[in-house]
């Protein structure tokens, strides 16, 4: 399996950090970076758990079935929407400094770290949406809590239904940039 990605331990202690910071909810963000090579952790808020954020969700008629007879706390364990104030700041700032989205990452703190369903169809509706926003198709990745004491994370590829697992490499040398406050 080629590698590919490079990110660095650094930013990988950061967004395990965030996913346990988060926990028992989702985390979710962007890493960025150029021509493979992450450089940039950009935390996302989840907005799931706020009053009306579902209807503007991807979610299948199930999901938002399912959803609707948990709490706000308990949708947050199993759901993340991007708050979109904070995912154009990203943009923003990638372009400022030349930099390319190159993942769209989130937790799952309970279960393993492979796309769910939703997490399937909701990359799939996206595929559309990046090329409009000037912004390359990302790769996904999921670290899991399932094992608090060893977060498992995994890399992917999807397009349409297809998930294709992928390598990434963890490259110390990689100098990190500090991300914006």
Not at 22 to 33: D, K, M, T, V
Not at 121 to 149: D, R
Request: charged fraction near 25%.
């Amino acid at each position: 399996m080629n590698t590919a990605l490079r990110i660095p331990q650094s930013v990988l202690d950061e967004l395990v950090a965030h996913a346990r910071e988060q926990a028992p909810h989702e985390c979710c963000g962007f890493l960025a970076g150029v021509k493979g090579t992450v450089t940039r952790l950009y935390r996302i808020g989840n907005v799931v758990a706020l009053e009306g954020a579902t209807e503007h969700a991807s979610f299948d008629d199930a999901k938002m079935t399912h959803l609707g007879r948990l709490s706000p706390e308990e949708r947050a364990e199993i759901a993340f929407v991007m708050d979109s104030h904070d995912m154009f700041k990203a943009v923003k700032d990638m372009r400022a400094h030349g930099l390319e989205l190159q993942v769209v990452y989130h937790s799952h703190p309970h279960d393993p770290a492979r796309p769910s369903v939703t997490d399937i169809k909701i990359a799939s509706e996206w595929e559309e949406n990046w090329p409009k926003l000037h912004l390359l198709l990302p790769y996904y990745l999921l670290v899991s809590l399932q094992n608090p004491t060893q977060p498992d994370i995994k890399l992917y590829e999807i397009k349409g239904t297809s998930v294709t697992p992928l390598a990434f490499s963890i490259d110390s040398s990689i100098e990190p940039e500090l991300r914006p406050k």
